[in-house]
């Protein structure tokens, strides 16, 4: 089955760059059934969908970050990554890659363990 | 953004009980709902896909039902590993959004 595994700094100073990566074993990343996505969950709050790319690197995200998120894909590496520039305090989270299958209601049926990744200088 | 709205915000309950939460989206979905599963320290777990369809390996004691705007999700018989956060997601709008979640405790 699917496993999905984040990667990044622990630590990123407000006003910079945030940068994760996911890497995915046990299957194809470039599989043309599943999208791959990034949740966020602040200490102590509830989920937040980032967004989701294809492995042909067609993205979708979500209105409120749009303007700071870029996604990619290296289908070579078998990995997906995040880009969430100009960070603020409001930024610090666990930060999830998942698998959404293109099946019926396109459920998250796989996830990293998560990483923790605080804004502070 | 569609909103969705889970109640109660949490639930004591001891094993044994019959545990029902709801959720319900601002706008109609049809069955595009699905239900995780949090424990503490832990990724979110898929449980319910398409408001009642229950995926591969969660024990039966978990339902869903509903559609349109009102969804639920019943534990027929809570287990000690079912004190958790249940969290409800929207897959209707491309622009996913979770509930608030429920957190079952131990009463």
């Known amino acids: 089955q699917l496993q999905l595994q984040e990667s990044g700094p622990g630590l990123v100073k407000p006003s910079e760059t945030l940068s994760l990566t996911c890497t995915v074993s046990g299957d194809s990343i470039s599989r043309s059934d599943y999208y791959w996505d990034w949740i966020r969950q602040p200490p102590g709050k509830e989920l937040e969908w980032i967004g989701s790319?294809?492995?042909?690197?067609?993205?979708s995200y979500n209105p409120s970050l749009k303007s700071r998120v870029t996604m990619s894909v290296d289908t070579s590496k078998s990995q997906f990554s995040l880009r969430l520039n100009s960070v603020t305090a409001a930024d610090t989270a666990v930060y999830y890659c998942?698998?959404?299958?293109?099946?019926?209601?396109?459920?998250?049926?796989?996830w990293g363990q998560g990483t923790l990744v605080t804004v502070s200088s | 953004d569609i909103q969705m709205t889970q109640s109660p915000s949490s639930r004591s309950a001891s094993v044994g009980d019959r545990v029902t939460i709801t959720c319900r989206a601002s706008q109609t979905i049809f069955r595009y709902l699905n239900w995780y599963q949090q424990r503490p320290g832990e990724a979110p777990k898929l449980l319910i896909y398409a408001a009642s369809s229950l995926q591969s390996g969660v024990p039966s004691r978990f339902s869903g039902s509903g559609s349109g705007t009102d969804f639920t999700l019943t534990i027929s018989s809570l287990q000690p590993e079912d004190f958790a956060t249940y969290y409800c997601?929207?897959?209707?709008?491309?622009?996913?959004?979770f509930g608030q979640g429920t957190k079952v405790d131990i009463k």
């Open positions: 997601q929207q897959s209707y709008s491309p622009a996913r959004t």
């Open positions: 790319i294809f492995y042909t690197g067609t993205t």
């Open positions: 998942a698998s959404q299958p293109m099946a019926v209601a396109k459920p998250l049926d796989f």
